[in-house]
């Protein structure tokens, strides 16, 4: 398979748009008009609630996962975190979904459990880390591009130091929003009791 043909693939896979469609069939909406206004597993969490939440998190897992998947399928040589990664991006600005998607998290999950499952340990175990201590899912995510980066300067072995830091950039951008409304005390806490109030229920259960 040509290169362009595997990222480009990958690239679909991550744009199927699972929140989106998942909010629409079973509850009627546009998950992107409602909570944080993010079509993710968060956003899923606290808009459609568990079910829909968890169910999202692991199709996103799954997009990351198969599109790093690719190269052992097909056989092409080259690192596997490069599809993967494409698939981050598809999931991110999703063609399917006229380029209005999620903020990456679970889909680069699903890339790194397949390309380097150290890289996944060590990165999750800080995003869940950051949450427990500071209450803020953002803080969370935008550390996983932080610690990732930290990982390939220590790492002798890799030669992901750019890869790494444009994507932390991206993370950045995703977060944007989040970023400007901690700045003026108006981002929830993850466990606040308010989110409740954006709960939608579903026309049938997913």
């Known amino acids: 398979m040509p290169l362009f043909t595997l990222f480009f693939f990958a690239y ?21 008009k409602y909570g944080s206004f993010n079509p993710g597993a968060t956003n899923s969490l606290r808009v459609l609630g568990k079910g829909a939440g968890i169910t999202v998190l692991l ?6 996962a198969l599109a790093a998947a690719l190269p052992f399928l097909f056989e092409v040589d ?7 990664l494409a698939a981050v991006l598809g999931h991110c600005f999703p063609i399917l979904a006229g380029f209005r998607g999620g903020k990456a998290i679970a889909t680069t ?14 990165s999750y175990i800080t995003f869940f880390l950051v949450i427990f201590i500071t209450k ?7 550390s996983i591009g932080i610690t990732l980066l930290l990982y390939v300067l220590i790492e002798p072995g890799l030669k992901h130091e750019l890869l790494f830091f444009l ?20 981002e929830p806490i993850f466990n ?15």
């Open 167 to 186: 994507y932390l950039i991206l993370l950045i951008y995703l977060h944007r929003s989040n970023i400007i409304n901690f700045i003026h005390h108006k």
């Open 59 to 64: 199709f996103d897992i799954g997009k990351g």
């Open 12 to 32: 679909l896979i991550g744009s199927f748009p699972t929140a989106l469609i998942i909010g629409k069939v079973f509850y009627g909406i546009d998950i992107r």
């Open 78 to 84: 080259i690192d596997p975190l490069y599809p993967g």
């Open 109 to 122: 999950a699903g890339a790194l459990l397949i390309a380097n499952p150290l890289m996944l340990f060590i």
């Open 136 to 142: 803020y899912v953002f803080l969370g995510s935008i």
């Open 192 to 206: 606040d009791k308010n989110l409740k109030k954006d709960r939608i229920n579903p026309k049938k259960k997913p």
